[in-house]
C-alpha cells in the first residue's frame, strides 16, 4: 500500500523545460516522507504531481506513472483523486471554500461534494474536528481564524475527504512559530494513526527532524538523495544542494570544529 | 442557470468570484469613497470576457451589477439596471479576447512608431466625432457648453500622449489594439446605457457626470440624447482606462497561469516559461 | 419539503436555524420573488401608480418585519440621485413650456417636476425594496434554499462566495486607504491627488486576488467540488401552500401587468 512515482518526467502546458525528471518515489501509509530543496527545485511541482492536480487540472505533459495503493492516477477524475490523496497548500485563507458561516459547515463542504448523505457528513466533520483536536473551533466563523487555526481547519477539511495520503506543500510557511506548533502536532497526531501517508514538503529541516521517517531532497527536477532522515539531514552536501541543516546538526559541526565534547543526548 | 455554470471550469468560476468582488470595491471605492468622475468597475468584467470568453464575461458582468444592487452597507444606487450594460461589455470583452487584441506584441523600430500613430489617431478620429458631431454643435439643436469642448481637447492631448507613450516605453504594439478595443467597448456601452438612464432614472445616475447631462438638456437636448451624449463623452474614456489596466494585470501575471484559462492561449506569446 | 422548516437534529446547533418573526420567516425565495416583482413593477408600469403602490407595500413589509428604522440609512443613501434628478428635470425639461414661474434663468415647469416626482418614487420604492430584502434574508439563506430547489453548487458557490469576499474585500481597502491616510496621502483632497491614490489601492487588490485564483481553483478541486452527485441539504426553511400559490401569482403576473402597461391598457391609471 503506497503512493507511487515511477521514472515521472512533469512539463508545464506551453513550456518544453522538464520541471521534475526521472524521478522514483514511494511514500508508505503510516510514514511521513520529508522533501527539501532550493526555491525553484520543483518541490511544489512534485506535490501537484502525487496529488494528482497535474496534470488533471493545471494541464501539462506527465511521463511516468503515478499511482495510488496500485490505481494509476492517469485518467482519474479530480474528485476520485481528492478521495485517494488530500493536498494542502501555504495559504490557509484561498483553501477555504469562503462559502461558509462556520467551521463546522466548511469541514462538511468536502463531504458534500462527494453527495453523502447527512448521517455521513455529520459523522466525518465530528472525526474530523477530533483527530485534529480542533472541536472547539467548530462554530467559529471561518474568515475570523488565526493563520495556525484557518490551517488547521483547512487540513481537518480534506481529511474530511478520507484520503489514505496527503500530500502538504509548505503547509507552516505563512504561519507563526505558535501555529507551526499547532501545525506540526496535528501531522504527529495524524501518523501516529498508521492509516495515513504523508508526503511533506518544508524547508523547516528541524520540524522534519521531528516528524519525518525519510527525507527526499530535490535539486533541479532531480532527487538527488532519498533515506532515513537523520541520515540525509546529516548529509554534508545538504547545503550545497540550498537546504539549512537542522539546528541541531549545525550545532554539532560546530562543535566538532571548536573541538568541544557535546553530551550524547544533544549529539 | 445551472447549465450555464457548469460550462465553467472550476478555474473560471474561482476567476469570476474574485472579478465580481473586484468590480464591486474598486468601482464602489472609486465613486463613493474617491469621489473621483470616472467608473472603472468593469475591471473584472473586461478581464473575465478575455480569458473565459463572452458566455462568461456576461455573467459576470450582469452578476456584479444586480449583486452590487442588494449588497449590504454599500448597495442602492442605480447601478442594477445597468447590469445590462455589464452584460454586453462582457461580451465584447469575449470577443476581444478571441481576436488576441490583449497579447502582448513585442515590436521595434517602423513597427512601433506605427503601433504608436494608429493608437494617437484613433483617439484623435473619436475626440473629433464628439467635437464636431453636428448634434452637439448645431447652434439650432444646442450643444456642449464651452468648458465641455475644451475638456474634449485637453483629454484627447492627455490620452494621445499617454498611449503613444505606454506603446514605446513598453515595446509593444498591442497598446494601440488595447486602446482600439477599449474605446469601441466605451461607445457601444455608452448606446446600450443611454435608454437605461433616460427611461429608469430620470437621465441621470447622481454622480458627477450629471453635469454634462444637465449642460446639454440646457442646450436642447431631449432626455435620451443627453444622456447619450454623456454617455458617449465619459464611457470611452472610463473603458479605454480600464482596457490598459486589465492588459497591464495580463502582462505581469506569470504566462503558465494565464495559459490555464480557456483563452489564455491567444494572450500568451512566448512558450519558454 | 417541510412546512416549518429547520436543522436536523443530528447537525450542531450553531449551525444556524431559520430566521423567525413576521415576513423574515417568509421563505428565502418567496422574499427574493416578491423584490424581483417590486422592482420590475415600479420601474416598469409608467405614471405614478407602478411607483405609488410598489412604495406602499414596500414599507408596509417593512414595517411588518420591523426593520423600519433601519430604512432610513438606505432612504438618505438616495439623496445624491434624488436631487440630481428632481433638479435636473424641474428646471431643464426638454421641450417643457409650461412655467411654474420666472425668475433670471431659472424656469422651472410643471412637466419637468411630474417627471422628476415620478422618477423619485421609482428611485425610492426601488431602493427599499432592495434594502427590505436585504434586511430580512440572509444570502446564505437564500442560497440554500435556491440550492434545494436545484440551482447547482457551481452558481450556488458564486453567488455565495462573491456575497461572503465582497465585505471582506471593501475591509482590506478601508485599511489600506487608512494606511495611506496615515502616510500622509491623501484620500479627500484635490482630483490629482486622489487619482494617485487609488494606484496602491487598487494594484495590490488585484495582483493578490489574482495569484489567490490559482491556489482557490486547486483547493476546491482537492475538496471534491468536481463531483457529480447532489449535496445533501443541511438547512431547510419553512414553505406552505399560499406561500406557493403567492409565488405563482408573481411569477405569472409580473410580467402581465408589465405587458399591460406596456402596450397602454393602464391609460385610465394616473
Redesign the interface.
Given at each position: 500500500m503506497s503512493l507511487s512515482l515511477r521514472s515521472v518526467t512533469y512539463r508545464?502546458?506551453?513550456?518544453?523545460?522538464r520541471v521534475l525528471r526521472s524521478l522514483d518515489l514511494n511514500i508508505e501509509r503510516g510514514e511521513v516522507l520529508g522533501v527539501v530543496g532550493a526555491n525553484d527545485a520543483g518541490k511544489s511541482t512534485l506535490c501537484?504531481v502525487a496529488?494528482g492536480?497535474a496534470p488533471?487540472?493545471?494541464?501539462g505533459r506527465l511521463d511516468g506513472e503515478v499511482a495510488i495503493d496500485g490505481a494509476p492516477s492517469a485518467g482519474a477524475?479530480?474528485?476520485e483523486l481528492?478521495?485517494r490523496c488530500?493536498?494542502l497548500?501555504?495559504?490557509p485563507?484561498?483553501?477555504?471554500?469562503?462559502?461558509t458561516?462556520?467551521v463546522?459547515?466548511e469541514i462538511?463542504?468536502?463531504p458534500?461534494?462527494?453527495?453523502?448523505?447527512?448521517?455521513a457528513?455529520?459523522e466525518r466533520v465530528a472525526w474530523a474536528l477530533s483527530l485534529l483536536d480542533i472541536d472547539v473551533l467548530?462554530?467559529r466563523d471561518p474568515?475570523r481564524l488565526s493563520g495556525g487555526q484557518a490551517q488547521l481547519v483547512?487540513l481537518a477539511?480534506?481529511l474530511a475527504?478520507r484520503p489514505a495520503y496527503l500530500v502538504l506543500d509548505e503547509p507552516t510557511s505563512q504561519l507563526d512559530p505558535q501555529g507551526t506548533q499547532l501545525a506540526g502536532e496535528a501531522f504527529a497526531r495524524l501518523t501516529r494513526s498508521g492509516e495515513v501517508g504523508i508526503l511533506l514538503v518544508e524547508h523547516k529541516t528541524d520540524l522534519l527532524e521531528r516528524l519525518a521517517n525519510r527525507v527526499a531532497v530535490l535539486a533541479e527536477g532531480e532527487l538527488v538523495a532519498v533515506g532515513p532522515a537523520a541520515g540525509v539531514l546529516a548529509d554534508e552536501r545538504l547545503e550545497a544542494w540550498g537546504v539549512d541543516p537542522p539546528a541541531r546538526v549545525r550545532l554539532a559541526r560546530a562543535a566538532e570544529r571548536a573541538g568541544v565534547q557535546l553530551p550524547v543526548s544533544a549529539a | 442557470m445551472d447549465w450555464l455554470s457548469r460550462q465553467f471550469s472550476t478555474r473560471v468560476l474561482s476567476l469570476m468570484v474574485v472579478a465580481i468582488a473586484i468590480n464591486i470595491v474598486i468601482g464602489y471605492t472609486v465613486q463613493t469613497v474617491l469621489k473621483l468622475p470616472i467608473y472603472l468597475d468593469s475591471i473584472g468584467t473586461i478581464l473575465v470576457g478575455v480569458l473565459a470568453g463572452p458566455i462568461a464575461g456576461l455573467v459576470t458582468g450582469a452578476a456584479s451589477n444586480l449583486i452590487w444592487q442588494y449588497a449590504p452597507g454599500i448597495g442602492g444606487g442605480t447601478i442594477g439596471p445597468f447590469a445590462i450594460t455589464a452584460a454586453v461589455i462582457g461580451v465584447l470583452a469575449g470577443i476581444w479576447g478571441y481576436l488576441g487584441v490583449y497579447r502582448s506584441r513585442p515590436a521595434t523600430g517602423a513597427r512601433l512608431w506605427a503601433a504608436a500613430i494608429i493608437g494617437v489617431v484613433v483617439i484623435l478620429f473619436l475626440a473629433s466625432r464628439i467635437y464636431n458631431n453636428p448634434a452637439y454643435t448645431d447652434p439650432n439643436v444646442g450643444g456642449y457648453p464651452a468648458w465641455v469642448f475644451t475638456a474634449i481637447v485637453v483629454i484627447a492631448i492627455v490620452a494621445s500622449v499617454s498611449v503613444a507613450g505606454f506603446i514605446l516605453v513598453r515595446r509593444d504594439a498591442a497598446g494601440a489594439w488595447v486602446a482600439v478595443a477599449g474605446a469601441l467597448t466605451g461607445i457601444v456601452a455608452a448606446i446600450v446605457s443611454a435608454p437605461i438612464a433616460a427611461y429608469v432614472f430620470g437621465g441621470v445616475t447622481g454622480s458627477g457626470t450629471d453635469v454634462i447631462v444637465a449642460a446639454l438638456r440646457q442646450g436642447g437636448q431631449d432626455v435620451y440624447n443627453a444622456s447619450l451624449g454623456q454617455g458617449l463623452f465619459s464611457d470611452p474614456i472610463d473603458k479605454t482606462i480600464t482596457s490598459f489596466v486589465v492588459f497591464i494585470v495580463l502582462t505581469s501575471l506569470s504566462p503558465r497561469v494565464v495559459a490555464r484559462f480557456p483563452l489564455g492561449e491567444r494572450i500568451v506569446t512566448d512558450s519558454e516559461g | 419539503m417541510s412546512e416549518t422548516g429547520g436543522v436536523p437534529e443530528i447537525v450542531p446547533e450553531f449551525v444556524l436555524p431559520p430566521p423567525t418573526g413576521a415576513y423574515r420567516r417568509l421563505n428565502p425565495t418567496t422574499k427574493l420573488l416578491i423584490a424581483l416583482a417590486e422592482a420590475l413593477i415600479a420601474f416598469g408600469v409608467r405614471g405614478w401608480s407602478g411607483p405609488v403602490v410598489v412604495l406602499a407595500i414596500v414599507l408596509a413589509s417593512g414595517a411588518r418585519a420591523g426593520v423600519g428604522a433601519r430604512l432610513v440609512p438606505f432612504l438618505l443613501a438616495t439623496i445624491p440621485l434624488v436631487a440630481s434628478i428632481l433638479l435636473v428635470n424641474t428646471f431643464l425639461y426638454p421641450g417643457a413650456t409650461d412655467r411654474i414661474f420666472v425668475l433670471g434663468p431659472l424656469a422651472p415647469t410643471w412637466t419637468g417636476l411630474v417627471f422628476a416626482g415620478q422618477a423619485t418614487l421609482r428611485v425610492i420604492a426601488f431602493a427599499m425594496s432592495a434594502a427590505v430584502l436585504g434586511l430580512t434574508t440572509g444570502p446564505d439563506e437564500l442560497v440554500a434554499d435556491l440550492e434545494r430547489r436545484g440551482m447547482g453548487r457551481r452558481t450556488a458557490f458564486v453567488l455565495s462566495a462573491t456575497v461572503r469576499s465582497v465585505p471582506r474585500v471593501l475591509e482590506r481597502v478601508r485599511e489600506i486607504t487608512e494606511a495611506q491616510r496615515a502616510r500622509g496621502l491623501d484620500t479627500e483632497g484635490r482630483i490629482w491627488r486622489r487619482v494617485r491614490g487609488l494606484v496602491p489601492l487598487a494594484g495590490p487588490l488585484l495582483f493578490g486576488a489574482l495569484t489567490d485564483v490559482e491556489e482557490q481553483t486547486m483547493a476546491l478541486e482537492a475538496r471534491g467540488f468536481s463531483a457529480p452527485a447532489r449535496r445533501a441539504v443541511i438547512r431547510t426553511f419553512p414553505d406552505s401552500t399560499p406561500q406557493r400559490a403567492l409565488r405563482l401569482l408573481l411569477a405569472a403576473g409580473t410580467p402581465l401587468v408589465l405587458l399591460v402597461s406596456v402596450i397602454g391598457m393602464l391609460g385610465f391609471l394616473p
Open positions: 508545464y502546458a506551453g513550456s518544453s523545460r501537484l496529488a492536480l488533471t487540472t493545471i494541464g477524475r479530480p474528485h481528492a478521495q488530500g493536498v497548500f501555504q495559504n485563507v484561498t483553501q477555504l471554500s469562503g462559502t458561516a462556520t463546522w459547515e462538511a463542504f468536502g458534500r461534494n462527494l453527495g453523502l448523505a447527512l448521517e457528513i455529520v467548530a462554530p474568515a483547512a477539511s480534506v475527504l | - | -
